[in-house]
């Protein structure tokens, strides 16, 4: 097993009067051409958009976006004629497939901090779709909430067209523990709090860990406990 340790503030910045967003990946005008993704994911970003404001419609192709918030509330708009309100505990996914248009804005009075990812469909052209789902984070484990990974088949909330790839969030009480799942690529991203991961030391909010070959190590959450945004690949 290889870990590589990204930290917040290596990140690429895109920052404006209202808009704060940190990109793990190269992005827009970001690019370094040796991280350009990791496993399946194209795009891992914290984003921090202030109220009244937010992203006009837009299009995208052949992507599985995956929104997770973490304060505030974002209101989702498309040209299917979805329409939701994302909110911390609720997954989000929307798949473009062969083309969708999408607006994403911040209506409420406090700015809004989610955590937006894209990840490559194992299909293209497929017929756009949108999903969301409540989640449920008491139990102190990895919980699955948006996986094409058959394995999540009967307990992921949303499905992803990408058969290998999954996502799981933990939310860890102080000193609590969680073992990393076993996988060729695993994305670990730490959302809120400190934690410890076994083999690779400590994480800071917002820091990363890139394992290649995962065995399996343990993380530890800090003692203020930990919200875990992770994805396997296989």
């Known amino acids: 097993m290889t870990v590589e340790i990204r930290r917040a503030d290596d990140r690429f910045q895109t920052a404006s009067e ?10 827009g005008p970001h690019y370094d051409p040796a991280n350009v993704g990791f ?15 937010g992203f006009d419609t837009h ?72 999903q969301q789902s409540e989640i449920d984070l008491t139990t102190g484990e990895l919980v699955p909430i948006a996986s094409g990974l058959p394995k999540h088949a009967a307990s992921a909330a949303i499905r992803i067209n990408q058969r290998s790839a999954g996502m799981s969030v933990a939310r860890l009480a102080p000193g609590a523990t969680v ?14 709090g400190t934690a410890t991961l076994e083999g690779a030391g400590d994480l800071g909010t917002s820091d990363a860990a890139r394992l290649t070959t995962s065995d399996g190590p343990r993380i530890t959450a ?12 296989h």
């Open 18 to 27: 209202w808009l704060d967003s940190r990109h793990s990946f190269s992005f």
């Open 39 to 53: 496993g399946f994911l194209l795009a891992h970003n914290d984003e921090t958009v202030a109220p009244g404001t």
């Open 59 to 130: 299009p995208h192709q052949d992507l599985e976006i995956v929104t997770w918030v973490l304060r505030g509330a974002l209101a989702h708009q498309d040209s299917q004629g979805h329409s939701g309100l994302v909110y911390p505990g609720l997954a989000q996914r929307m798949s473009a497939g062969s083309g969708i248009r999408h607006s994403e804005r911040n209506d409420g009075a406090e700015p809004v901090h989610y955590v937006q990812m894209w990840v490559r469909p194992d299909e293209l052209d497929l017929p756009p779709s949108y």
């Open 179 to 192: 073992a990393l799942p076993s996988a060729p690529y695993v994305h670990l991203f730490v959302a809120q």
């Open 222 to 233: 800090g003692p203020a406990g930990a919200q875990l945004l992770l994805w396997e690949m």
